[in-house]
């Protein structure tokens, strides 16, 4: 039997839980999530309450092929052939039955914890300590309470190290991660303000980390961070560093930068020794160093460490989609490649539905802990449930086992080199293409060959974090209340079909666009969700009926337009809505309205009224609240009346973003969620509570100058510094969207997290910016928004709102959009 093989009994046993068997069942798979179910027969399915109630999602799983499910006490469900193990806290269950795995094994494991650089220090690790050691670790950064136990499940007997991190955001929560990882090894990284608003302050923030180290035999931290907290380190033997106390234990006394690497001089028993980084910023010259002390603490000699250091390659735990050729999306995740990470990056491959055709292009895989021939088993079954069209193979382990993959194309190479002289046979075209790869194959190389060139400037688009935000109000929401999300004009300004996709995969109810050709847009790229048109044009009818689109109805004499069509068409019952105005006055029935409308829909067979909505005009706003109360009650009033008429009820909604978060009491059967998606809500007190960022806009130092104080520059003269300085020009004019407004100081851009001002007015493809003082190179990154400098601030700037800074960045900016 495998090592993580139980059977259902057992686990039964192990979790305390209880329930009937049934039929007893090999488990090697704990599952989570219905949309990705994989090895079905030896699966477990944890019905986790969390934002959504995991046994709404027992029947999906059921589908898939489960049987064995985790669930709480009460759950009153009966399927055929199906274990059903009842217990009072579900995730607990994971966590005890993680914990009990992890006890079976008697191995070295490495816990970090901190507010940042843990995923960084543990993919460091790994690179530096793979080369004597067996090491399993979490997948990219699942440090939660789920992702803790799923990482510490893949323990097998093969392992000699284990290197887990854990992240919490509140207290109460690393003692059950600590129960989980069991650590004999420490590491606290750098402490910063994440998560701070979980905490009473930052020492009770500190202190709860600690725990994560109370059986730990030694621990290894910066010496400075723990000054204060002497009395409350709970191991025996610690290593520290730092770069002013010479008491640490290393203790780094010299930093240069020696031609692009960070060269540290410092003190360790007694002796000078060196380390060679080669990374320049702060952050990952601090990472460094931590893993520097963790090997010296660990035993390895001083010049095997610096060795290894520095031979340390960037981290990158997100994989891109981009614009590719031949119109290609490229998912580019071409540094790592383990089997638990391709599992992630095909599941993102199958939400994207852009293309009909999904391709893989994957390298050999190292350090997987499994014999080859098991390992290439399972990646050639991952692979065919994932239903991928076209398979290209690179490496000799892949090329040795081409009778493993099943698909409708494949082809192997033996090396990278191999695969790219034969770029043209392959034949890109219209497909979604994800690059996969071992750092060692250079998988970069593919990537740049099928990307579409970018112009320098682009907005980045954070996917995981416009799933925070989803969840986020989703969170705000009753039972059963449907989320519409709003995507139109190109989800503001951040693409469509992605977005799209995502928001389709994670299970949004309706989708709203603007125009009927958008609508069209959606279903040419996979969206198969209803889709809402406020704007629906008369001459593009048969399109709309065509894309099974649903219009908004809003006037007499567009209802009169459309069923004259559908008659025309012997359409019937066709799904419309029905848009009331309560007070904006742009589109929409008014109240004294409503009776000829009702009049109109009595008995009519050729449209069936699937929803009834207004909109707010002023949800954010508390000094308008007297107005958006005496919308919503005229908004009753008319919907009541039409529902009556009718006999029948209709989904009603009111509510935009501002208005989920203020007006609690007007969700009714729907929200038409627009602007917070992207981490945006002007109706909250503290803006950024629980919302997270999702677009960053930066571009690049085309040239920097010496200017004279009076010079003057750009057009009509317009610009001049007041003392002798230095000016960058940077590649983003008015035509990308970034509005004259901005010209003459009134806008900032980030330079090395420095705001510098512009200089002088803004022109079409250029502008240029004070970078006095600021060490910037041709080349160097210039951040228009991101989470630092955000898009509030640029609305405020200019004295608008961000609705249309968002929507106004212009389509020649390539987006690129990451996913971690
Ligand atoms: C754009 C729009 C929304 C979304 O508004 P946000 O403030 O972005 O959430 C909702 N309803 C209608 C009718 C819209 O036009």
């Known amino acids: 039997m495998l090592s993580n093989q139980y059977t259902i009994i057992a686990i039964q046993q192990i979790i305390n839980a209880g329930g009937n068997i049934v039929k007893d069942y090999n488990i090697s798979t704990l599952l989570t999530d219905s949309r990705r179910i994989s090895n079905p027969a030896g699966g477990l399915f944890f019905a986790l309450s969390g934002r959504r109630n995991g046994h709404e999602f027992i029947a999906e799983a059921y589908a898939g092929g489960v049987r064995n499910f985790v669930v709480k ?50 993919e460091w690790l790994y690179q530096l300590l793979s080369p004597d050691k067996n090491v399993v670790r979490n997948p990219k950064s699942y440090n939660s309470q789920i992702g ?108 240069a930068v020696v031609s692009k690497n960070y060269y540290l001089r410092a003190r360790y028993k007694d002796a000078e020794i060196e380390c060679l980084i080669p990374f320049l910023d702060e952050a990952s010259v601090e990472n460094a160093i931590v893993c520097w002390a963790t090997m010296l603490a660990l035993g390895y000699a001083p010049a095997e460490a610096d060795d290894r250091i520095e031979r340390l390659n960037a981290v990158s735990m997100r994989l891109e989609l981009k614009t590719g050729i031949n119109d290609c999306s490229v998912i580019d995740d071409s540094y790592n490649s383990d089997i638990q990470s391709l599992e992630i990056a095909l599941n993102f491959l199958t939400q994207q539905n852009q293309h009909q055709k999904k391709t893989l292009i994957l390298s050999d895989i190292y350090q997987s802990g499994l014999q080859a021939d098991v390992l290439y088993r399972q990646v050639a079954d991952m692979i065919k449930i994932k239903q991928v069209d076209k398979f290209i193979g690179v490496g000799e382990a892949l090329m040795a086992r081409q009778d493993y993959f099943d698909m409708p194309e494949k082809f192997f190479y033996p090396d990278t080199q191999a695969m790219l002289q034969h770029l043209r046979t392959l034949n890109f075209k219209g497909e979604t293409i994800l690059i996969k790869g071992s750092r060692s194959f250079e998988f970069e190389r593919i990537s740049r060959a099928l990307v579409q060139k970018a112009h320098e400037t682009i907005l980045e688009i954070n996917l995981n974090a416009l799933l925070n935000n989803l969840n986020f109000y989703r969170s705000r929401l009753k039972q059963g209340v449907k989320v519409m ?164 009820k209709v989904i009603k909604h009111i509510s935009n973003t501002s208005g989920i978060t203020r007006w609690p009491g007007a969700h009714y059967d729907m929200v038409r969620l627009g602007i917070g998606l992207y981490g945006i809500d002007t109706g909250m007190e503290t803006p950024d509570t629980g919302l997270q960022p999702v677009a960053t806009l930066k571009t690049s130092v085309a040239q920097v100058k010496k200017i004279k104080a009076g010079e003057t520059l750009s057009y009509s003269r317009s610009g001049s510094l007041t003392k002798d300085g230095k000016i960058a020009t940077v590649r983003i004019g008015y035509a990308d969207g970034y509005l004259r407004a901005f010209g003459n100081g009134v806008g900032k851009m980030l330079v090395k997290g420095v705001l510098a001002p512009t200089v002088g007015n ?47 960045v212009s389509q020649r900016v390539k987006r690129v959009y990451f996913y971690e």
């Open 73 to 122: 006490h009460g759950t009153d469900i009966k399927a055929p052939e199906s274990n059903f193990l009842m217990v009072d806290d579900v995730l607990a269950a994971l966590q005890t039955l993680a914990a009990y795995h992890r006890n079976r094994f008697n191995l070295e494991v490495i816990g970090i914890t901190g507010s940042n650089g843990k995923t960084i220090v543990k």
């Open 148 to 255: 803790v136990p799923l990482s510490v499940w893949q323990i097998n007997e093969k392992n000699d190290l284990g290197i887990f991190e854990a992240g919490i955001s509140t207290v109460g929560e690393i003692e059950k991660l600590e129960a989980v990882i069991r650590p004999t090894v420490g590491i606290l990284t750098h402490i910063g303000p994440a998560h701070d608003e979980g905490f009473e302050n930052r020492n009770q923030k500190i202190t709860e980390k600690l725990k994560l180290f109370k059986n730990c035999r030694l621990l290894i931290h910066n010496y400075d961070q723990l000054i204060s907290f002497q009395d409350n380190i709970p191991v025996e033997s610690r290593f520290t560093w730092s770069t002013n106390f010479k008491q640490a234990d290393l203790y780094v006394f010299s930093e």
């Open 485 to 648: 999300a709003i995507v139109k004009a190109f989800s503001y300004g951040s693409g469509t079909f992605e977005v799209a996709n995502i928001l389709q995969y994670n299970k949004v109810d309706y989708l709203a666009v603007a125009y009927i050709d958008e609508g069209v847009s959606l279903r040419n790229t996979g969206i198969s969700l209803p889709v809402m048109i406020f704007n629906p044009e008369a001459s593009a009818f048969d399109k709309l009926i065509e894309f099974n689109l649903e219009p908004v109805i809003y006037s007499f004499g567009l209802l009169d337009e459309f069923i004259t069509y559908a008659q025309e068409k012997n359409v019937l019952n066709y799904p419309v809505h029905l848009k009331i105005d309560t007070g904006m006055h742009r589109l929409g029935f008014e109240d004294f309205e409503i009776e000829t409308l009702c009049d109109l829909l009595e008995a009519n067979r050729y449209i069936r009224v699937q929803s009834v909505f207004s909109h707010l005009v002023a949800s954010e706003a508390a000094k308008h609240d007297k107005f958006t109360k005496k919308q919503i009650s005229n908004f009753e009033t008319a919907y009541k009346q039409i529902e009556l008429t009718l006999g029948y």
């Open 762 to 808: 803004i022109t079409m493809d250029m502008c240029m910016i004070d970078v006095t003082g600021i060490d910037v190179k041709e080349g160097d990154e210039v951040i228009i928004f991101n989470e630092q400098q955000r898009i509030n601030d640029l609305a405020t700037q200019i004295g608008t709102i961000p609705y249309e800074i968002l929507t106004n």
